[in-house]
């Protein structure tokens, strides 16, 4: 009898690589814990609430990422999972309708992992597409270096600052150490906990500054402003773009939904040569 399961498995890959792929953000953070996964949590309640299908995925190897922090529930890792062969849906939490949330892996990747076990876990990561137009990734570069795997290395990447200037410094040198790993990527930048006007002088301070001395451009996705029910929606697990859709903050998620959806987006390259470019990075 005729052995299928070679062939069989070949066009399941086949399938995976020639779809289309989501749009990957990743999110590094210069604000409060809260406040990141307020912006992670209700991003992706807005573009669920467009149309979407959302992954959140924590890479942050931190007690206060989205998955570890909000839910601390959440079961297997995904590394794990591809490690021992097993379904990835065993690593996934439904978060709310259209979003499902995962954590990356309960280890560094770039010192403890082999290359066989990085393509190991990038292939998994690939199988997650047919669920998720977008994935939104916990990123926190002083912990990890998550981007040594090629689906996130040609991630788009939002950077989140408030206008106190330790947060400005801090989300500057981000995008500066970004630039070391990802050559010349641009960046969005969103304010959070500010008025339009705080906002639009920290986006032309920093956008000049990235221009003249990183020669890479930052695009504004506006800003979110100071709300406690915002906060408190995230102590608890929620989006206010949920609970309360017409709060001013609510508002604000919805336009960048909306500004997101509509922007241009560069197709990611997986063939072999892309991928050792981005595991060099």
Request: hydrophobic letters at 45%.
């Amino acid at each position: 009898m005729l052995d299928n399961r070679g062939l069989d498995q070949a066009e399941g890959l086949r399938r995976i690589l020639g779809a289309q792929q989501p749009r990957r953000l990743a999110v590094l953070s210069a604000v409060s814990a809260s406040h990141k996964n307020a912006v992670l949590l209700n991003l992706a309640a807005a573009l669920v609430n467009a149309g979407s299908a959302v992954q959140l995925l924590d890479a942050s190897q931190t007690s206060t990422g989205i998955a570890t922090h909000a839910f601390p529930a959440l079961g297997s890792c995904l590394l794990s999972v591809a490690q021992q062969g097993l379904n990835h849906e065993l690593a996934l939490r439904e978060q709310a309708p259209g979003v499902r949330l995962a954590q990356l892996s309960r280890m560094p990747l770039r010192d403890s992992l082999q290359a066989d076990e990085l393509d190991m876990l990038s292939l998994l990561l690939r199988t997650l597409k047919p669920d998720s137009n977008y994935w939104l990734i916990d990123i926190e570069l002083e912990q990890d270096d998550p981007f040594v795997l090629p689906e996130i290395a040609q991630s788009e990447v939002i950077v989140l600052t408030s206008t106190a200037a330790s947060s400005i410094k801090r989300a500057y040198s981000q995008i500066k150490a970004l630039q070391a790993r990802l050559d010349k990527r641009p960046c969005y930048l969103l304010v959070v906990g500010a008025t339009t006007q705080q906002a639009e002088l920290v986006q032309q301070n920093m956008a000049q500054a990235a221009s003249r001395y990183l020669e890479i451009t930052l695009t504004s996705l506006g800003s979110i402003p100071a709300d406690e029910q915002l906060l408190q929606a995230e102590s608890m697990g929620r989006a206010l773009v949920s609970s309360q859709p017409q709060a001013e903050a609510s508002v604000a998620f919805r336009r960048m939904a909306t500004q997101l959806m509509s922007s241009i987006q560069g197709m990611p390259d997986f063939s072999s040569a892309g991928m050792a470019a981005a595991r060099r990075a």
